[in-house]
């Protein structure tokens, strides 16, 4: 029902930036929070950002604070990740989110119902 389409990935030098998009279709996007995660293989899902519906606060993991920045424009449906200052650690598979109930908002994944296939960003060093 609901579908979630990340773009923007790529490689970059560490150092550079990356804009990262994720289309939403299916709900009423300005009704729910969105976030993203990221996945290396081998290791757990790691929160990096979150924004709520009307983009009114936003969180982000410690790793990624002061470097990214989560935004939304609900009238295109669309959130964005820009990352700036990217590290090779930074290197993973991000996957956009869609919470699954209004006013959820947070860093845990179980608040998070859809999810993106996911877009490979590579930072090499």
């Known amino acids: 029902q609901v579908q979630l389409v990340e773009s923007g990935g790529g490689l970059v030098q560490a150092g550079g930036s990356l804009r990262l998009s994720c289309a939403a279709s299916?709900?009423?996007?300005?009704?729910?929070?969105m976030g993203w995660f990221r996945q290396v293989p081998g290791k757990e899902r790691e929160f990096v950002a979150a924004i709520s519906s009307s983009g009114s606060r936003t969180y982000y993991g410690d790793s990624v604070k002061g470097r990214f920045t989560i935004s939304r424009d609900n009238a295109k449906k669309t959130v964005y990740l820009q990352m700036n200052k990217l590290k090779p650690e930074d290197t993973a598979i991000y996957h956009c989110?869609?919470?699954?109930?209004?006013?959820?908002?947070?860093?845990?994944?179980?608040?998070?119902?859809?999810w993106g296939q996911g877009t490979q960003v590579t930072v090499s060093s």
């Open positions: 989110a869609q919470a699954g109930a209004t006013y959820s908002i947070g860093t845990a994944s179980g608040l998070y119902h859809y």
């Open positions: 299916g709900r009423t996007f300005s009704s729910y929070a």
